[in-house]
């Protein structure tokens, strides 16, 4: 193959990784993809913050850990169903760690949006820790001034019932390191701590390349490799 196909093919997968360019900030969720209101199971397809689209292929869950109220589940934020919620009050932290399933998340997302925070009611406030490599905790983000940005969909079931669920955007970059400096964007963290015992989360994801992009981009640079070899 010669290298200005082989360039090409790169350039296709990494545009596959994004469908806009925005600059990065804790911002509200403008609309999902997640079926219909008030027809669950709200399985998500597509978050939409502005001008930027990010599929369900490119979306990762972690394991989360916390206290839930009421019989639900921490883990019921660890699945794509939007309308699964772990009811909270007073419940302590929520702390999401193995994004992708492995022990440390990094940016693979230029200047988009890397993290989503979904939550039912839109009603609750929240601060944001990183969870850097060896377990220690970044300076504390508050997001209290932070909007929920509604995505059509209300909670249908007993618990939180009808309440309008919400969802919150931010990036690596948004968060801070220990001695309360922005992260940058070629950090590595082993997860998010949220500080709420309130926050009712029906979902947390985080950008990550797909597989087969991964693939194609490996490929394509041993490709680049022989050639100029």
């Known amino acids: 193959m ?13 545009a596959l990784t994004a469908a806009g360019v925005a600059s ?10 997640a079926g219909r209101n008030n027809h669950p199971p709200y399985i998500l397809q597509s978050i939409t913050v502005r001008d930027y689209t990010v599929t369900r292929e490119f979306l990762a869950t972690g394991t989360s850990v916390g206290a839930a109220l009421l019989g639900t589940s921490i883990k ?60 220690e905790l970044g300076a504390v983000v508050d997001f209290r001034d932070a909007k929920w940005g509604n995505v059509g969909l209300k909670r249908v079931g007993l618990l939180n019932m009808g309440q309008p669920i919400g969802g919150i955007a931010f990036a690596i970059t948004d968060l801070l390191d220990a001695g309360g400096q922005p992260l940058s964007s070629k950090a590595a963290i082993q997860g998010i701590q949220i500080n709420s015992g309130e926050v009712d ?29």
């Open 2 to 14: 010669k290298a200005h196909a082989c360039l090409a093919l790169v350039a296709a997968a990494v």
């Open 24 to 33: 990065a900030a804790i911002e509200p969720v403008t609309s999902v993809w």
């Open 76 to 135: 019921n934020a660890d699945d794509f169903d939007l309308n699964s919620l772990a009811t909270r009050n007073g419940s302590g932290v929520w702390k999401v760690t193995e994004i992708e399933k492995k022990p440390l998340w990094r940016d693979r997302n230029g200047e988009n949006p890397d993290f989503f925070i979904f939550e039912v009611g839109m009603n609750d406030v929240l601060s944001v820790q990183a969870i850097l490599p060896g377990g």
């Open 201 to 229: 989360p029906a979902g947390f994801y985080a950008v990550v390349p797909e597989p087969a992009t991964l693939l194609i981009l490996g490929l394509g640079w041993l490709i680049l490799r022989r050639h100029r070899s």
